[in-house]
């Protein structure tokens, strides 16, 4: 007894003797915890979001789908929305380091917006001709999207994906015959470009659809014997499941929904609509501006355009007034292009050119490139002009730079500078890539999409800059961009006048077609963008005049001391935020390039 007590206490000397020697460990700071707190949540995003996982690269959850047409799905949503909230309230937002304020700020918006955003049933409008799952499940499986297929367990991983995906259709319908009760549908006039659509996805040959791409080329990395049986399967699921589930859609959507869809237009016609456009507005603008306000603005960046328009009328010697000479440039055959791979190529060459001018006004610029592509045709009809598609975060896929070659009198040459910097380099391309590059930012800042006015902004913003790189020499290139402007000012009067002031889509046709040299195919698709999409449009102009603003006010208060790369730097690596909490970012680097 006595030889056991010696023991234990022998063991508990030597126990504090360690203790004493080894350091303490430090409780964790409160950003410490708040970036574990991150971290988890957004591990959590990705299982709960397969498809933002598969976008970013990551390759875990590639077999996965997740239906979001179904009540449990909206039920678990709101409660995730909920508990964010309260966890978020457990940290002192007073002790986080600096940035970690501006991701909790963020964040606390995010979700608020969430929670408000839930008394508007979105989902009961699933599809439109801007897209939905089934034209994104068809390019994904086209072989041409986020998905890959580069190894037999990614054939395979689809494969499961696409067997999953199935019951989202009947979902969708579900909830589109729960619109029509509601009296939430989409407008007849867009619904009607949905059938065409949906009609060169229904197909009933297997091979002739878009998802057989992938097995007619195959990679070497796939053995002989896998691919016979991969194309059996793929052939048996397609055929079995996923064609007719496209037959019943298009069914659904031109026998029974698209004649009953409502022959109104704005927004606020729908129940509850004024509110739910004053929180689309808010959520795209990120600022507190009304509908009123708002058409004022465009009314007037309008005018001032026209203004800068004739400038260049006069400048190329036309005789004859704008309206003329907006004709002239619709019709004259030496503004278009006869073959799309000659645009392509353009924007290709245009690709080169300004990767090698960018350093005059960037310290900082991504590790991955892009492609240029051209849109698919299934969608080419009622897809915008241009696009972007951001790159995987690993570097093994690029960006995308996607141009709509279905009508070449949409695609003026004369437009083909200031569409090369919004979507690609410096634009869409630098913004979202150096973000998504950026590891020591938290996850949903470097992927994040919520702010259209910062991420629209900035691409409008990179157009400007064509001038202080070495572009718009010619002045039909400075046309375009002029064009380009335009475009966006006049959203501002158009989706205000679409869903606040009772513009009709016709008269929102006419205005659009008044003052610019717009294609009628293009203004057509972007007045039915404006439909289905209020509030997206607003982000462009409102962020542009934002930036723009900003800039002046800091080559104001420095003086001197102004570094237009050192502004740049400041605006591309906070991540995707809102406008108020960019004009805090600027203003302390303004501050402390004063204080140096």
């Not at 009760?181 to 989409?186: C, I």
């Not at 009809?381 to 896929?397: K, L, N, T, V």
């Not at 064509?466 to 158009?494: C, I, N």
Request: charged share 25%.
């Amino acid at each position: 007894m006595q030889r056991r007590h010696a023991l234990s206490l022998l063991a508990s000397s030597i126990a504090a003797s360690l203790a004493l020697s080894l350091p303490a460990v430090a409780a964790p700071t409160e950003s410490q915890r708040f970036h574990r707190w991150l971290d988890a949540e957004w591990a959590l995003k990705l299982k709960q979001d397969p498809l933002l996982a598969t976008s970013l690269g990551d390759p875990r959850y590639n077999a996965r789908f997740v239906d979001t047409t179904t009540a449990a799905w909206r039920a678990q949503a709101k409660k995730d929305t909920r508990r964010q909230l309260q966890q978020l309230a457990g940290f002192r937002k007073d002790r986080l380091e600096p940035s970690d304020q501006v991701s909790y700020s963020m964040l606390k918006l995010d979700l608020e917006q969430e929670l408000a955003g839930e008394r508007f049933p979105d989902w009961m409008q699933p599809i439109n001709q801007m897209g939905g799952l089934p034209s994104f499940l068809a390019q994904m499986g086209s072989g041409e999207s986020i998905q890959p297929f580069r190894t037999t367990r990614d054939y395979d991983d689809w494969l499961q994906r696409l067997a999953a995906a199935v019951r989202s259709f009947d979902g969708s319908i579900a909830n589109m015959r729960a619109g029509m009760k509601a009296g939430v549908t989409q407008p007849r006039a867009v619904m009607d470009k949905v059938v065409p659509q949906l009609q060169a996805l229904a197909v009933s040959d297997p091979e002739q659809s878009l998802f057989w791409g992938p097995v007619k080329n195959f990679p070497d990395a796939v053995p002989a014997a896998d691919r016979s049986r991969i194309t059996t399967a793929l052939r048996r699921l397609l055929a079995g499941r996923v064609l007719p589930a496209y037959a019943r859609l298009l069914a659904f959507v031109r026998d029974e929904y698209t004649p009953r869809a409502r022959t109104s237009t704005a927004w606020s016609e729908l129940p509850d609509g004024p509110a739910w456009y004053a929180h689309q507005v808010r959520q795209n603008t990120t600022l507190a501006l009304t509908p009123d306000e708002i058409h004022a603005l465009g009314l007037k960046e309008v005018a001032r355009i026209l203004g800068e328009m004739e400038g260049v009328r006069q400048q190329v010697g036309f005789q004859g007034d704008l309206k003329a000479f907006f004709k002239h440039l619709q019709d004259d055959p030496q503004f278009y292009f006869t073959r799309p791979e000659d645009l392509l190529n353009g924007y290709r060459e245009l690709q080169k050119k300004i990767n090698g001018l960018t350093p005059k006004l960037f310290d900082i610029a991504p590790k991955a490139d892009y492609q240029v592509k051209e849109v698919e045709a299934f969608r080419a009809e009622s897809d915008a002009g241009a696009s972007y598609q951001h790159p995987s975060s690993d570097g093994s896929r690029p960006g995308v730079f996607y141009v709509n070659t279905f009508n070449l009198k949409a695609q003026p040459i004369f437009v083909m500078e200031t569409l090369s910097l919004h979507e690609a380099s410096p634009g869409h391309h630098f913004q979202i890539s150096i973000a998504q590059e950026d590891t020591s930012l938290p996850a949903f800042r470097r992927f994040g999409s919520h702010y259209t006015a910062y991420v629209e902004g900035w691409a409008l913003y990179a157009e400007s800059l064509g001038k202080q790189l070495g572009l718009f020499t010619d002045p039909y290139q400075w046309y375009g961009h002029l064009s380009e402007q335009q475009l966006r000012a006049m959203r501002l009067v158009v989706d205000t006048g679409l869903h606040a002031k009772g513009w009709t889509r016709e008269q929102a046709i006419r205005y659009m077609l008044d003052n610019s040299s717009m294609a009628e195919s293009d203004v057509v698709a972007e007045v039915e963008r404006y439909i289905v999409w209020p509030g997206q449009a607003l982000g462009y102009k409102i962020g542009q005049i934002e930036i723009s603003r900003l800039r002046a006010e800091a080559e104001q208060a420095l003086g001197a001391k102004f570094d237009i790369k050192g502004f740049h730097r400041v605006v591309l690596t906070a991540g995707q935020v809102p406008l108020p909490v960019l004009r805090e970012l600027v203003q302390a680097w303004v501050a402390k390039r004063q204080a140096g």
